[in-house]
């Protein structure tokens, strides 16, 4: 039992020294934090198509910086750590959001993503 809790312990570790050194792969992670936020956001929203937008960004910057298998292993590790990490930071509001999907500040995240990615729904 103490193996596995080690190993839960030194998991975070060994996967952000896999990227810490690389700096495509420290590109990709500021990205995604970056992102992650907005893509939680949104699907509390229920605007999943708008959602959509911000991981195909996430995928075009995965198939940029991916040279093997390896590096799309970790980076889809690293898409769900920043997704993890927004749904903790951003808990309330994700709440407050999925309370009033409909409402002003929703319309407006997705007023802006659309602007950003240049689109229309």
Do not use: H
Not at 86 to 111: I, M, S
């Amino acid at each position: 039992m103490r193996t596995f809790i080690l190993v839960l312990l030194l998991l975070p570790l060994t996967v952000s020294a896999q990227f810490e050194d690389n700096p495509a792969q420290q590109t990709l992670w500021e990205g995604m934090t970056n992102s992650a936020p907005a893509y939680e956001m949104l699907i509390a929203c229920e605007r999943a198509v708008s959602a959509n937008f911000i991981l195909e960004d996430i995928k075009e910057m995965i198939a940029i910086t991916a040279t093997s298998r390896s590096d799309v292993e970790v980076a889809m590790e690293m898409w769900s750590r920043a997704r993890s990490r927004a749904a903790v930071d951003y808990f309330e509001t994700l709440k407050g959001l999925e309370q009033n999907p409909n409402g002003e500040t929703c319309n407006n995240l997705e007023n802006k993503v659309i602007q950003i990615y240049d689109r229309g729904i």
